[in-house]
């Protein structure tokens, strides 16, 4: 158990669907962070959250949306993917925001567009 | 931001100590250097931090020179299960949150 728990951990999903990604941390952190991590490619950040604003965006295509309701939720809502939008999502937190502020990582979901 | 480099892959045997060091030359006063973990997916699990000279825990030390230009995570006595990929960062508060992960290394611990 890591703390930060991510759901579902496996997703397929056709190029004209609409779907969501969940993250929740449990660990009474004030940071958030989306990263999405390619095949045998290093994690790129996507989206960064601070007390619920968001503090970074990523040049990430518009076809990704996240949304920070409260500081232990974070989602990702998706439509009009691409196939090589296929990739492991992961969900982050720290305490602050800063590089003396350990990320806390879930487990990812798996994501397949076809 | 500080940009890092490490091996892309290691190779060890089971017992042996593992150094794995990361080069970060425009590294900037106020960053620290922490050191990932991960397994295949899997999130990166973290491992240790540190500002200057040594820091040690329960499952790593690193080292880091007087001018902070590099640092060396120290796996003592590998075991299988150690055989992952080893992510350096380097930042600070001042980034809005930017951490930025390289390559890593790809740690293979043979029996």
């Known amino acids: 158990e890591t703390g930060v728990t991510q759901t579902p951990r496996h997703l397929v999903m056709g190029m004209t669907n609409k779907k969501s990604l969940k993250c929740e941390q449990h660990l009474g952190h004030n940071a958030m962070y989306w990263y999405k991590q390619s095949a045998k490619k290093p994690l790129e950040l996507m989206f960064v959250y601070s007390l619920e604003e968001r503090v970074e965006n990523n040049s990430v295509p518009s076809r990704f949306s996240p949304e920070c309701p409260n500081s232990s939720h974070l989602f990702l809502h998706l439509h009009t993917l691409q196939p090589e939008d296929s990739a492991l999502y992961l969900c982050?937190?720290?305490?602050?925001?800063?590089?003396?502020?350990?990320?806390?990582f879930g487990n990812g979901t798996r994501l397949t567009v076809t | 931001l500080a940009k890092t480099t490490q091996p892309i892959s290691m190779d060890s045997y089971e017992g042996q100590e593992v150094n794995i060091t990361c080069s970060h030359n425009n590294i900037a006063t106020n960053d620290y250097i922490t050191w990932y973990q991960q397994f295949p997916s899997q999130g990166p699990r973290f491992i240790i931090q540190?500002?200057?000279t040594k820091v040690t825990n329960e499952v790593a030390s690193l080292f880091i020179p007087a001018d902070r230009k590099s640092s060396t995570l120290s796996l003592p006595r590998v075991s299988l299960s150690d055989t992952a990929v080893y992510y350096c960062l380097v930042g600070d508060g001042n980034q809005g949150g930017k951490l930025i992960f390289g390559q890593g290394t790809e740690l293979s611990v043979k029996p």
């Open positions: 982050a937190s720290s305490q602050v925001i800063g590089g003396y502020s350990p990320l806390h």
């Open positions: 540190g500002y200057k």
